[in-house]
């Protein structure tokens, strides 16, 4: 079957490092996204992982694991703002299209 | 450029009753997906529409469906509403299939409740 998991819950500090990992089991494989999500807010793109190893984007880097199934979200120098859901979704295999599976999401808190 | 546009925002309905909720996708972009957010089941696939055709479904019952229209905007409807279907639904829009690092661009969604 396909699953997603990531953890529900996490806290972090203002001005730290907080690491969000994702395991995938999917048919296949062919992408994975990482998505932010505000609360009452639309989820909003993060980063594309399609191969192995880290891309980064200013203060948020995502790393892929496909013989792992892994990922992580990387998010440096923690800002009250970065308190929201984040989404691991994954596109499986022989999908180019608008289907995703999702993780439940993680919800961070960001503490002062 | 204006981003995804979903309308309703709120709705409230009985069971039993049906519901239609609209998606403007972003100018340019053809490819339209839907799907159900709940606090329990996280995101889950609806369906996806490009070029008015149904690409993909996930696995809702045959209550749930949905359209295109040839301007690329997108309805979805829900019939013989069950308590359920109290979610949030989210429309994205995409350019199209045929790119694997295609993303989505998720509009607010509408909050649907069911009583």
């Known amino acids: 079957g396909q699953n997603i998991d990531q953890p529900t819950e996490m806290t972090a500090t203002e001005g730290a490092i907080v690491q969000i990992n994702c395991t995938y089991q999917?048919?296949?494989?062919?992408?994975l996204f990482w998505y932010q999500q505000h609360a009452g807010e639309a989820p909003t793109f993060l980063s594309y992982?399609?191969?192995?190893g880290l891309e980064e984007k200013g203060r948020f880097s995502s790393f892929l694991s496909r013989s792992k199934g892994y990922s992580y979200l990387l998010l440096k120098e923690l800002q009250m703002k970065d308190s929201a859901s984040y989404l691991c979704?994954?596109?499986?295999?022989?999908?180019?299209?608008?289907?995703?599976?999702f993780g439940q999401g993680t919800e961070l808190s960001v503490k002062p | 450029k204006a981003g995804v546009t979903q309308t309703p925002r709120y709705l409230i309905k009985t069971r039993g009753q049906q519901v239609t909720l609209s998606c403007s996708p972003i100018?340019?972009?053809?490819?339209v997906s839907w799907y159900q957010q709940t606090p329990g089941q996280g995101l889950q696939f609806l369906f996806e529409?490009?070029?008015?055709?149904?690409?993909n479904k996930g696995n809702f019952p045959g209550r749930f469906s949905g359209r295109q229209f040839s301007n690329s905007r997108s309805e979805m409807n829900v019939s013989t509403l069950e308590l359920g279907d109290s979610a949030l639904y989210l429309c994205?829009?995409?350019?199209?299939?045929?790119?694997?690092?295609?993303?989505?661009?998720f509009g607010s969604g509408t909050q649907l409740s069911v009583l």
């Open positions: 999917t048919s296949g494989f062919n992408g």
């Open positions: 529409y490009f070029s008015e055709t149904q690409r």
């Open positions: 994205a829009s995409s350019l199209g299939p045929g790119r694997a690092n295609e993303k989505l661009f």
């Open positions: 100018s340019g972009h053809r490819s």
């Open positions: 979704a994954v596109r499986d295999q022989g999908n180019q299209g608008g289907k995703l599976i």
């Open positions: 992982n399609v191969l192995d």
